[in-house]
C-alpha cells in the first residue's frame, strides 16, 4: 500500500493513507541503512504493523522528482517565493536566486508579493514583467489576491519560502483556517521578522493539493546552482536574449555585441535581474562551501 509522508517527528512518520487518514508509521532499518531517509513529500509503500495496533511500517520509498536538504522534504512541484515590499523589503537578489533553485530542482517558481496594503507592488512586480513565472500581489492582511493564490496552489505540492516577516504564516493560516499558526512580530532594532516554523510539515488545501510549511530554505541548497555552467544559468533569466548575441558561447559579461548587456543599457532587461545574474556567477564557489 501507498501513501503521502506529510510530517517526520521523533523517528515516527505521518502518512496519509488516504484523505484524511493520517497512520503513524516507524521506518524498516534498512531504509535508514542504505542512506535513504523518508522525507515529507515522499510516496511511501507501507504494510501494517503486526505487533501495534493502529501503526504501520514503512517498507519503501518510490522514486522522487526531486529532494531538498533543507529544508528536508522531497517531491516539491511548486516554490512559492513569499516577498514583501514594505518592510521588511525584500532584496530582489534572493527573488532572483531561488527562482534559479527552482528551475534547477524542476519545480515551477510563483513570486508572491505580500503586504500590497501597505505599499504598492508595482517597483518589484514591474522587474518579473517579461519572466516566465506568475506574479501575484496579495495582502494577508486585507485577503486581497488570496483567491487567486489559492487557485495556484490547488493540485500541487507547495513550499513557501522568502525572508522571516514577509507574511508567509500569516498567509498559511488564511488559507487553512483553523490552523493557527504562531506569528512572530518585526524586529525594531533590525527590521527583519523571527523565524516561527520549526520542522516540515504538509498540509492539505480544502480544495486539493498540499502547503508545505518549512523552517526556510538555508544558504546549502544555494549550492544547486554551483555546479550549473554559465550558459545554464543564463537560461534560467527567459527576457535575457541570449539568441541575439554575436558568440554562440557569450557569457554576457565583457564580451563585444552582448546582446544582454545592450538590453540592459536600453531597459529592456531589468538592470537588477542583469546585477543577479552576474553575482550568482561570481559567488557560485563560496556558496557551495556554506
Same mark, same amino acid.
Given at each position: 500500500?501507498?501513501?503521502?509522508?506529510?510530517?517526520?517527528?521523533?523517528?515516527?512518520?505521518?502518512?496519509?493513507?488516504?484523505?484524511?487518514?493520517?497512520?503513524?508509521?516507524?521506518?524498516?532499518?534498512?531504509?535508514? $541503512?542504505?542512506?535513504?531517509? +523518508?522525507?515529507?513529500?515522499?510516496? &511511501?509503500?507501507?504494510?501494517?504493523?503486526? %505487533?501495534? *495496533? #493502529?501503526?504501520?511500517?514503512?517498507?519503501?520509498?518510490?522514486?522522487?522528482?526531486?529532494?531538498?536538504?533543507?529544508?528536508?522534504?522531497?517531491?516539491?512541484?511548486?516554490?512559492?517565493?513569499?516577498?514583501?515590499?514594505?518592510?521588511?523589503?525584500?532584496?530582489?537578489?534572493?527573488?532572483?536566486?531561488?527562482?534559479?533553485?527552482?528551475?534547477?530542482?524542476?519545480?515551477?517558481?510563483?513570486?508572491?508579493?505580500?503586504?500590497?496594503?501597505?505599499?504598492?507592488?508595482?517597483?518589484?512586480?514591474?522587474?518579473?514583467?517579461?519572466?516566465?513565472?506568475?506574479?501575484?500581489?496579495?495582502?494577508?492582511?486585507?485577503?486581497?489576491?488570496?483567491?487567486?493564490?489559492?487557485?495556484?496552489?490547488?493540485?500541487?505540492?507547495?513550499?513557501?519560502?522568502?525572508?522571516?516577516?514577509?507574511?508567509?504564516?500569516?498567509? $498559511?493560516?488564511?488559507?487553512? +483556517?483553523?490552523?493557527?499558526?504562531? &506569528?512572530?512580530?518585526?524586529?525594531?532594532? %533590525?527590521? *527583519? #521578522?523571527?523565524?516561527?516554523?520549526?520542522?516540515?510539515?504538509?498540509?492539505?488545501?480544502?480544495?486539493?493539493?498540499?502547503?508545505?510549511?518549512?523552517?526556510?530554505?538555508?544558504?546549502?541548497?544555494?549550492?544547486?546552482?554551483?555546479?550549473?555552467?554559465?550558459?545554464?544559468?543564463?537560461?534560467?533569466?527567459?527576457?535575457?536574449?541570449?539568441?541575439?548575441?554575436?558568440?554562440?558561447?557569450?557569457?554576457?559579461?565583457?564580451?563585444?555585441?552582448?546582446?544582454?548587456?545592450?538590453?540592459?543599457?536600453?531597459?529592456?532587461?531589468?538592470?537588477?535581474?542583469?546585477?543577479?545574474?552576474?553575482?550568482?556567477?561570481?559567488?557560485?564557489?563560496?556558496?557551495?562551501?556554506?
Amino acid at each position: 500500500m501507498t501513501g503521502l509522508l506529510i510530517r517526520a517527528h521523533g523517528g515516527f512518520f505521518d502518512v496519509e493513507t488516504e484523505p484524511g487518514t493520517i497512520l503513524p508509521c516507524r521506518a524498516r532499518g534498512r531504509l535508514h $541503512l542504505d542512506g535513504t531517509e +523518508p522525507l515529507p513529500g515522499d510516496r &511511501v509503500r507501507w504494510k501494517e504493523d503486526e %505487533h501495534h *495496533r #493502529g501503526f504501520g511500517i514503512l517498507t519503501g520509498i518510490e522514486p522522487r522528482q526531486n529532494v531538498f536538504i533543507r529544508p528536508s522534504m522531497a517531491n516539491l512541484q511548486q516554490l512559492v517565493y513569499v516577498a514583501s515590499a514594505a518592510r521588511p523589503r525584500t532584496d530582489p537578489y534572493l527573488i532572483d536566486l531561488m527562482s534559479v533553485v527552482a528551475e534547477r530542482a524542476n519545480c515551477l517558481f510563483l513570486l508572491c508579493i505580500n503586504k500590497i496594503d501597505l505599499e504598492p507592488p508595482d517597483v518589484l512586480s514591474s522587474i518579473y514583467e517579461h519572466c516566465d513565472f506568475h506574479v501575484l500581489p496579495v495582502s494577508a492582511e486585507t485577503g486581497e489576491g488570496v483567491d487567486e493564490l489559492r487557485r495556484q496552489l490547488s493540485g500541487r505540492i507547495s513550499a513557501f519560502t522568502g525572508n522571516s516577516g514577509v507574511g508567509k504564516t500569516s498567509l $498559511l493560516n488564511l488559507l487553512l +483556517p483553523g490552523i493557527d499558526r504562531e &506569528v512572530a512580530g518585526i524586529s525594531e532594532k %533590525h527590521g *527583519r #521578522g523571527r523565524h516561527t516554523t520549526r520542522l516540515t510539515e504538509l498540509f492539505p488545501l480544502p480544495e486539493s493539493g498540499y502547503i508545505a510549511d518549512t523552517p526556510g530554505f538555508a544558504a546549502l541548497e544555494f549550492g544547486r546552482i554551483a555546479d550549473m555552467e554559465d550558459a545554464e544559468i543564463a537560461l534560467c533569466f527567459p527576457e535575457f536574449p541570449t539568441d541575439r548575441c554575436r558568440f554562440p558561447d557569450c557569457i554576457h559579461r565583457a564580451e563585444p555585441d552582448c546582446a544582454v548587456r545592450d538590453a540592459v543599457r536600453k531597459g529592456t532587461v531589468p538592470a537588477s535581474r542583469y546585477q543577479s545574474y552576474l553575482r550568482m556567477l561570481q559567488e557560485r564557489p563560496s556558496t557551495i562551501k556554506k
